[in-house]
DNA sequence: TCGCAATAGTTGCGCGTACAATGGTTGCTA
DNA sequence: TAGCAACCATTGTACGCGCAACTATTGCGA
């Protein structure tokens, strides 16, 4: 057992500030887009399900891409379709899923929200940043994530 | 009513790559942190009470740290205590205050995980990253912090 | 000094989500 | 082709947290 590598100044300060601002803007975001009407989850399942080709999803897939639990996708889709922004249909070939489909409700929604949602975050953030800062940030958070994937891959697990 | 500005492709990237990266990570922080016995909420408790002095804190102040409302640190703290990691006690100067205080056996178990989240930190985010770019992303997220405070304490709100 | 507003914490209730168990469907293999 | 394992979604249950209501304490102004 080895002696713990702490975290220098450098790495402190990243990380700190880290943590520190994804905190608060999450929260911000989210109090925004409540003010209008919706929360941040639903939000996100209508703007997965806008981009899916014939804007629909199978329920696994998108709790994935969601990063929720297939129980947590179920009750969270209740709402929306108990709300008319997404319909339930059993796969015709294959029986066993069922796809979440956006409704025209549903798109009509998001269209009226998304302008308010992209307001929000350039004032929650974006605008607090240079281009050469979001540039930047861009490039290392998508070297990041690619890191991420690839040992993620390696191993068997997940 | 203007036409809404919607993200150009570098402010696309930087901030998909944003939510995406901070969803996943904050996830894996959890569940790393979650096989050693421990929330990363109640161990944030336990590094904030570590950090003020006295190993003390006020709970209004505590909540305001943790972002959580008054409620959601009581219940909070009410498993903290019952593991004995945390005592309540009544302010002597002012009896409506009930200052939450890091046991020593919350101490030992913070010493305990500590390293091992440190590990987590490193092997989920800054192994990803060079030197430099930490420094910068450090410095830009501080930035970024000090501007969104700023605005919040010209407005009245919050 | 009295009374009222402000402050601190807790509790009842509801919502969102994870975990474990269940039922239904598919596909592989013996 | 019969049977079994894998897969998909849902349901029961428990937990964490926010909101609103409530109690206790403090401080301030008439």
Redesign the pocket.
């Known amino acids: 057992m080895s002696e713990t590598q702490w975290l220098d100044p450098v790495e402190m300060r990243a990380w700190r500030n880290f943590v520190d601002l994804i905190g608060d803007l999450m929260?911000s975001l989210d109090d925004d887009l409540?003010d209008n009407g919706i929360?941040l989850?639903?939000y996100e399942v209508l703007v997965f399900l806008s981009e899916a080709p014939d804007q629909r999803m199978?329920?696994?897939?998108?709790?994935a891409r969601?990063?929720?639990?297939?129980?947590?996708?179920?009750?969270?889709?209740?709402?929306l379709v108990a709300a008319g922004f997404v319909d339930?249909q059993v796969?015709r070939?294959?029986?066993?899923?069922?796809?979440?489909v956006l409704t025209s409700a549903g798109f009509e929604h998001l269209v009226a929200t998304a302008p308010l949602h992209v307001d929000s975050v350039r004032k929650q953030l974006l605008n607090f940043m240079t281009r050469s800062q979001m540039d930047h940030f861009g490039a290392a958070l998508e070297s990041i994530k690619s890191g991420r994937d690839s040992v993620r891959s390696e191993l068997v697990d997940r």
């Not at 969601?66 to 709402?79: A, E, K, M, N, V």
């Open positions: 929260l409540r929360t989850g639903d199978r329920m696994c897939d998108l709790a969601l990063r929720l639990t297939p129980s947590g996708l179920t009750r969270r889709l209740d709402g339930r796969d070939n294959d029986r066993r899923v069922t796809n979440a």
